[in-house]
């Protein structure tokens, strides 16, 4: 830091500034001063940029000015934001004395680091989403992980084995799997590990900010009390953690004492630590998660048009981010998804229980985080006002809830704790509409506290006196206008016009001249000035006192409320699952142990909704199911070819989706379905179809596969698109086929694998469990009609130099992009193959597909490339490189 060198030379106040400083390194330091919060050095620099602030200087003559910047106090939420948004942690040191009262300078305190992952406060938070703060602890070959939402108090660990053999490529960092699962805003690690292989994979991962934490705080017995110290326990057993969760252990310590040096205040919120346990959650990889865009979509890292956005129809913050998470860890036992099922069946039978219910639900306030600000003292007046207005609606909900008969509603029902006297305190306490600030007043009710009564009374009585001593003055000097006026300065003044001031008494003082009037006190009138102030002065800090009280009160019935909000969530996720599957005419799955998978008239559940009704074409999807009865084995895989924007990879995306939904306790948009429970699902687009990351690679599209290879059974279900597309067409129909073999030989896993490689489509012939799909086209007069319809049998031919002419690509290019194909499907010479694949094979094999508007910048460019100049295979190779760009 660029401190002034000669320290000797600071004044009190900057000598603070310097102590604070040093005690909160990494941070932007937000200095109170007055009704402003200052920021010097090179803070005022970062603070000039990123929140726009006018930067000066202090000290201006002396040879070491200091650059400053500042922003009034009030507007501290929106800059907070900003700072925050942008990556940055801010350090808020607050006047801790009342200027008042203060003897010499004002004593100053940092009251809390604010940081992107321990935000709790309503404004700096999207109320639907969690926010969660994690810490990464490498140890031997497992990393434990531990996560918490700080604003709900939801705290997690696991401990994830890092498998390190050769063979499975993509498995180290299965760790990663967990952090893209959890989607962190802040990730601490250990900051010994920087050349730790998890380390430079945390590096990678787009999305936490990362904070080095000193290696000592990631000590396994420091943690260990850390932890114990909190829960004021001896063991950790009653969390059902054990010798396994260590490294699982070790982070929850570290992160818990992160919390508690930011935080600087009572974490009572945070009751238990859970382990998570990854056998009873299906298993969805990063990758997978990406591709299938269950809570973000792909490219723009957007919850619009991801699965996420069409599933919610909930009614409270709580149930959105409970709805998230189910969609983020489905389950994989049959009866915890059934018992989930039989409660979603109920309200959808019971449609107007639901929506009453629903009605209900959509008048409670977020009772999760308005419980851990109460028990972070953070919560203000109308916090608890609507904390109480949230507890006063559950009698009704749990009037409705009595009586019903699937297992997990009437759970609910038990759990639900209406909790009474907390709601009698408050609303015995505040006044009906409380304002936000608990400093001000105004928040306690008439007739609650007698002595309050009184100090009112005398502060009352003092106004009514000023008011009527107004009246007097004006009759006595007969200045009509005359008016008493209050500021913080001069408290209260008698205020008079320059035009009357001839007749102003002498016994007025005067104590300010503006320029059209004057201001004067009177003896009198400061007397009683001095009585309303002090009786306003006693009464709020009286009203402050019995706030707190108050706010004590209610936070020590945290875990019950948290118990509730947490019915709550669950009430309003039951019942946004029925009334999507009510509204959109869902059907029950049927969840069976065995690995098959039967859908009926499916649709995949965003498209469906994103286009106009009826437009989308439902299909069936059977693997796993002998269809003719006979002993031949069923198939388990299905090659699904055809010409592009066909519906492939919609198709094979669907059956993936509708697995997850299913397994998170969903209805499904399907005529009816049976669904065995997976134990993972992994979903692989080919390189050259994978467009969000950007540097997608072969090598990363084979790490990828390598680790499906490895790391599914038989239970699992497994969507291939358009794998081996990363590299020259023999390659990669060699991998494509070679792969398949595996996964069909070895494996025996439910398999979607969508391609245009027709030669593929051999394979049944020599694996049984194969089969052939193809998305049936309609051909008339050279133009081709998309059925969107998946039938059995492979696809007998390409179609697409059609999906350009279809999509407006000129003429020119057509008619050479003809001749390319027919000179390709002749010539032996361009590509050299591993495989050995007859030429009347390899027809078909290429397709082009140029999808775009007619009126699309790209065809400009297309033009330019001169194809006619080409060779054959670089006129190709342009025209994939267009391709890619087009999307
Ligand atoms: P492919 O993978 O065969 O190239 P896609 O699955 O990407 O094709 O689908 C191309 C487009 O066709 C999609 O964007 C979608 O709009 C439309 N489509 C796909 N499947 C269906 C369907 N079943 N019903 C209606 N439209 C569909
Ligand atoms: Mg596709």
């Not at 918490?148 to 050769?166: I, M, P, R, W, Y």
């Not at 003092?462 to 009509?480: H, L, M, P, V």
């Not at 060699?734 to 593929?760: K, P």
Request: glycine share 6%.
């Amino acid at each position: 830091m660029s401190s002034t060198k000669d320290e000797t030379k600071l004044t009190p106040m900057m000598q603070r500034y310097q102590e604070v400083k040093a005690e909160t390194p990494g941070t932007i330091l937000l200095f109170r001063m007055g009704d402003f919060y200052e920021l010097f050095h090179e803070d005022a620099q970062i603070a000039a940029k990123v929140l726009g602030l006018t930067l000066t200087s202090r000290d201006k003559g002396s040879a070491n000015p200091v650059p400053m910047a500042g922003f009034p106090y009030h507007a501290l939420e929106g800059y907070l934001r900003k700072l925050i948004s942008s990556g940055h942690k801010a350090a808020i040191c607050e006047q801790v004395e009342d200027p008042k009262t203060a003897k010499g300078m004002v004593r100053r305190e940092v009251t809390r680091i604010v940081t992107p992952g321990t935000l709790t406060d309503e404004a700096l938070l999207d109320p639907r989403r969690s926010n969660f703060l994690a810490a990464v602890c490498p140890f031997k070959d497992r990393v434990g992980i531990a996560w918490l939402e700080l604003s709900t108090g939801k705290f997690q660990c696991v401990d994830v084995e890092q498998k390190d053999d050769a063979g499975a490529l993509g498995s180290r960092l299965a760790f990663l799997d967990e952090l893209a699962r959890i989607e962190p805003a802040e990730c601490l690690v250990p900051d010994h590990i920087k050349t730790h292989p998890v380390f430079t994979a945390l590096m990678e991962l787009d999305g936490p900010i990362l904070t080095e934490r000193p290696a000592w705080s990631f000590a396994a017995q420091h943690c260990k009390e850390i932890l114990l110290g909190h829960f004021g326990t001896k063991t950790l057993e009653g969390f059902d953690l054990s010798d396994e969760d260590t490294c699982g252990i070790t982070a929850a310590g570290a992160l818990l004492e992160y919390v508690q040096e930011t935080q600087k205040t009572s974490l009572g919120h945070i009751v238990r630590l859970e382990p998570y346990r990854q056998g009873t959650n299906l298993l969805i990889d990063e990758t997978t998660r990406r591709s299938l865009e269950l809570t973000r979509t792909q490219r723009e890292g957007q919850r619009d048009g991801s699965l996420v956005s069409v599933l919610d129809e909930t009614c409270t913050p709580m149930g959105a981010r409970l709805l998230m998470d189910w969609l983020s860890n489905p389950l994989t036992d049959r009866l915890a998804i059934e018992r989930r099922l039989d409660a979603v069946e109920e309200l959808v039978r019971d449609s107007r229980l639901c929506r009453e219910l629903r009605e209900l639900l959509g008048e409670a306030y977020d009772l999760q985080r308005l419980s851990a600000r109460v028990a972070t003292l953070r919560a203000s007046p109308r916090d608890l006002s609507s904390l109480a207005k949230t507890l006063a609606l559950l009698p009704r909900l749990k009037a409705k809830l009595a009586g019903r008969t699937s297992d997990l509603l009437k759970m609910l029902d038990a759990r639900l704790e209406l909790c009474a006297e907390v709601r009698a305190e408050i609303e015995s306490t505040l006044v009906d509409e409380p304002p936000l600030s608990a400093t001000e007043g105004g928040i306690v009710r008439v007739g609650r506290h007698a002595g309050l009564d009184e100090l009112r009374d005398l502060a009352q009585g003092g106004k009514k006196w000023i008011a009527e001593y107004q009246a007097k003055q004006i009759e006595r000097t007969g200045i009509s206008s005359m008016k008493v006026g209050f500021n913080k300065v001069f408290g209260y003044y008698l205020e008079v016009t320059a035009v009357h001031m001839h007749k102003v008494p002498t016994d007025y003082i005067r104590k300010q001249t503006l320029k059209n009037l004057e201001r004067f006190i009177t003896p009198e009138l400061k007397e009683y000035e001095e009585r309303v102030l002090r009786a306003e002065g006693q009464s709020q800090a009286l009203e402050q006192e019995l706030f707190q009280d108050l706010r004590n009160k209610v936070g020590s019935a945290c875990p019950q409320l948290q118990q509730t909000a947490e019915v709550l969530a669950v009430l309003d996720v039951l019942a946004s699952l029925a009334t999507l599957a009510g509204r959109q005419g869902y059907c029950r799955p049927v969840i069976v142990d065995e690995p098959c998978l039967e859908i009926r008239e499916g649709r995949h559940p965003v498209l469906d909704r994103l286009k106009p009704a009826g437009e989308f074409v439902p299909n069936d999807a059977v693997l796993g199911i002998s269809l003719d009865g006979s002993d031949k084995p069923a198939p388990i895989m299905a090659l699904i070819t055809g010409p592009n924007m066909a519906g492939k990879s919609t198709y094979i995306r669907q059956a993936a989706l509708l697995t997850i939904l299913a397994q998170m306790g969903s209805f499904l948009p399907a005529g009816s379905a049976r669904i065995g429970v997976a134990d993972r699902i992994f979903a692989r687009v080919g390189a050259s179809d994978e467009l969000g990351k950007g540097q997608s690679t072969f090598m990363v599209e084979m790490t990828e596969t390598a680790r499906i290879l490895n790391t599914a059974t038989n239970r699992s279900l497994v969507i291939l698109d358009e794998i081996g597309r990363g590299t020259s067409t023999y390659d990669g129909i060699s991998l494509a086929w070679a792969i398949t073999e595996y996964l069909h030989d070895h494996v025996g896993c439910r398999t979607l694998f969508a391609t245009h490689y027709h030669e593929l489509t051999e394979l049944p012939q020599t694996m049984p469990r194969v089969c052939n799909w193809n998305v049936a086209v309609h051909e008339e007069n050279g133009d081709v009609v998309f059925l969107h319809k998946i039938v059995p049998g492979a696809a007998d031919r390409s179609y697409g130099i059609h999906v350009a002419r279809l999509a407006g690509v000129p003429r020119e290019v057509l008619t050479r992009a003809n001749v390319i194909l027919s000179t390709l499907e002749t010539d032996h010479h361009d590509e050299v193959g591993k495989m050995k694949i007859p030429a009347r094979k390899r027809q078909n094999s290429r397709q082009l597909s140029l999808f775009v508007e007619p009126e699309h910048p790209l065809l400009d460019e297309l033009r330019d490339m001169k194809l006619d100049e080409l060779t054959p295979l670089a006129a190709l190779q342009a025209l994939h490189k267009l391709q890619g760009k087009l999307k």
